[in-house]
């Protein structure tokens, strides 16, 4: 099918994608309560005629279009969403799903129901029109993005395509890539002792301050695009309760997002390097990711770690250049190439050897906030976006 037809077919249909995608957003979905929107996701898949639509252990659901030979493609977007919050800070109720002066408004809708709703309707829409995929087609509506990343991380042990598209908001514009997110918690060890008589103890609160000071001071790797490593104290935490003890141990949690190519060992041997210059040799030091439990709605339980790589892709990938041109093409004007500044599922994909390319309808800046709406116009042209890129990225290359 001739890609200008696509923008055809999407347009037919848009009264069909922004339905769907407002019953996506009248079902609250927090993280580990994606039950009812999964069978909502699976039963839309189903109607749209894919050829297997499956859930995996932790809920996600998946769709395939069964296609030819060339590389397989995944189009990713997550099901789970963000407390609303006070329902009196919203225009229209939060779960309303409300349509209105040409928005789709509620949580959700841009982070990240529309991308859904358009990722699932591009799929559909190309089984509508009998197009067979030069490659395999998959849809991935995961679960638990928002805390912890259980659905992608389990998603990738069982499905690792050649190629992703992460669905994330970004105006309908191509994103190269991210910073990663590593949480590490650092706990300095002195002696204890009454604070009338501080000699008698080592007070891990000024080892604590050298090393904070040189941290900052300390030269961070530095991305053209990505923009420098960030290494900031967040909480901080004694063992103590009483203010008259020289507590024994202090914490600080360090908020580290890395430019591409750090990896978590290069990170931690930077803060290892820091405290020996620091340190005196009577105060130890402890480093450790933070990490939680989370469970997903179907039971499956994990300890996960803070710990989300980047993704990136070069600006030259031949991948990237023929993504670029299929939007355009389909979309009809110059559609840019930026990178995100928060951080996504891709990073999971790409740490296994799965490239990713970011691609989403919906303001970043509405995403999280009161009275997030998503224009009815880009959810189709996300879904044109979708078919275009999901019948270029497929084809063999040479
Ligand atoms: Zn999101």
Not at 53 to 61: E, F, K, L, S, Y
Not at 143 to 159: A, F, M, P, S, Y
Request: hydrophobic share 45%; glycine share 10%.
């Amino acid at each position: 099918m001739a890609i200008q037809d696509l923008a055809h077919r999407a347009r037919a249909a848009q009264e069909r994608v922004v339905d769907f995608c407002a019953r996506l957003v009248r079902a609250p979905s927090m993280t580990g309560d994606e039950a009812e929107i999964a069978a909502l996701v699976r039963a839309e898949m189903e109607a749209l005629g894919l050829d297997e639509v499956t859930t995996d252990a932790a809920g996600n659901v998946i769709g395939l279009l069964r296609g030819g030979s060339g590389p397989s493609l995944m189009l990713h977007a997550h099901m789970d969403i963000v407390d609303p919050g006070d329902a009196a800070r919203w225009t229209y109720a939060p779960f309303a799903g409300q349509v209105a002066q040409g928005h789709i408004w509620g949580r959700g809708a841009v982070d990240d129901k529309g991308c859904l709703a358009a990722q699932i309707y591009a799929l559909g829409l190309l089984r509508e029109a009998g197009v067979l995929p030069p490659g395999d087609l998959y849809v991935a509506a995961v679960v638990g993005e928002e805390i912890g990343g259980l659905g992608t991380r389990l998603l990738v042990e069982h499905l690792r395509p050649d190629l992703a598209i992460v669905g994330e908001p970004s105006n309908n514009t191509l994103r190269r890539g991210h910073r990663g997110r590593f949480e590490f918690i650092i706990t300095l060890h002195g002696r204890s002792a009454h604070a009338s008589i501080p000699q008698e103890g080592r007070n891990p609160h000024y080892a604590m301050s050298r090393f904070l000071l040189a941290l900052r001071q300390a030269p961070m790797a530095q991305d053209a695009d990505f923009g420098a490593t960030t290494a900031v104290p967040t909480l901080t935490y004694v063992d103590q309760t009483s203010s008259n003890v020289i507590p024994a141990a202090v914490t600080v949690h360090l908020d580290w997002r890395n430019a591409p190519g750090e990896t978590v060992a290069q990170a931690r041997s930077r803060i290892e390097g820091l405290l020996a210059e620091t340190l005196e040799p009577d105060i130890r030091a402890e480093i450790r990711i933070a990490s939680r439990e989370v469970c997903s709605y179907t039971g499956l339980r994990r300890t996960v770690e803070h710990a989300v790589t980047p993704f990136w892709i070069a600006p030259d990938d031949p991948r990237l250049l023929a993504a670029q041109s299929a939007v355009a093409e389909a979309l009809g004007h110059p559609v840019p190439v930026e990178v995100w500044p928060f951080y996504t599922d891709g990073g999971f994909l790409h740490a296994v050897g799965v490239p990713c390319i970011g691609f989403g309808p919906g303001d970043p800046a509405m995403a999280h906030v009161a009275d997030e709406r998503l224009p009815v116009a880009q959810l189709v042209e996300a879904t044109v976006g979708y078919m275009a890129l999901a019948l270029r990225l497929s084809q063999p290359r040479s």
